[in-house]
């Protein structure tokens, strides 16, 4: 009973700095541990499910106070065989607070660093990035695609061994 009288009595503004420091102490335990722990759970599997290839992801950090993640050691390999499609050694990515106002991500920067793509055309014509028969492979319906065409292409930078290249310019 002494603890419930006590905090009775505090300040209105002293129980309000306290409510204030639990909630900031909850959001960056949560940003810097909690939250990576769930993506890296969840986004190799997703990233699988969508493309049918396998998925691995070394290492994910997030920044709760910069908005900033970073996926470290992708690997995405080929359908049908052992090799791999795509890799980075590290995809970065800055987002904005505005992208809570405008109900999509608003980036601020995206960094690919020792970034690897691998493009193959089979015999048949198609080639290891296309769709099989019917399937959909993360593509994007035309409103989408529209909205990836009017994100400014400067932004997007890829960076091998430690110079910074512009990748869509």
Same mark, same amino acid.
């Given at each position: 009973?002494?603890?419930?009288?006590?905090?009775?009595?505090?300040?209105?503004?002293?129980?309000?700095?306290?409510?204030?420091?639990?909630?900031?102490?909850?959001?960056?335990?949560?940003?810097?541990? *909690?939250?990576?722990?769930?993506?890296?759970? !969840?986004?190799?599997?997703?990233?699988?499910?969508?493309?049918?290839?396998?998925?691995?992801?070394?290492?994910?950090?997030?920044?709760?106070?910069?908005?900033?993640?970073?996926?470290?050691?992708?690997?995405?390999?080929?359908?049908?065989?052992?090799?791999?499609?795509?890799?980075?050694?590290?995809?970065?990515?800055?987002?904005?607070?505005?992208?809570?106002?405008?109900?999509?991500?608003?980036?601020?920067?995206?960094?690919?660093?020792?970034?690897?793509?691998?493009?193959?055309?089979?015999?048949?014509?198609?080639?290891?990035?296309?769709?099989?028969? *019917?399937?959909?492979?993360?593509?994007?319906?035309?409103?989408?695609?529209?909205? !990836?065409?009017?994100?400014?292409?400067?932004?997007?930078?890829?960076?091998?061994?430690?110079?910074?290249?512009?990748?869509?310019?």
């Amino acid at each position: 009973m002494a603890g419930r009288s006590s905090i009775r009595s505090m300040p209105a503004y002293r129980k309000g700095v306290i409510a204030g420091l639990i909630v900031l102490v909850s959001y960056t335990l949560f940003g810097f541990f *909690g939250l990576p722990a769930i993506l890296k759970s !969840v986004l190799p599997k997703t990233f699988s499910d969508t493309l049918h290839r396998k998925t691995t992801l070394r290492e994910i950090r997030f920044n709760p106070y910069e908005l900033s993640v970073s996926m470290r050691g992708l690997e995405i390999a080929e359908r049908d065989s052992k090799g791999t499609w795509i890799s980075a050694e590290e995809v970065f990515a800055n987002l904005q607070l505005a992208s809570i106002f405008r109900g999509g991500p608003v980036l601020s920067e995206i960094r690919l660093v020792k970034p690897y793509v691998s493009i193959i055309r089979h015999r048949d014509g198609r080639y290891n990035f296309m769709c099989r028969g *019917g399937e959909r492979q993360g593509g994007f319906t035309e409103g989408e695609d529209q909205a !990836v065409q009017r994100y400014p292409r400067d932004r997007i930078r890829r960076q091998c061994d430690g110079s910074r290249h512009s990748a869509l310019s």
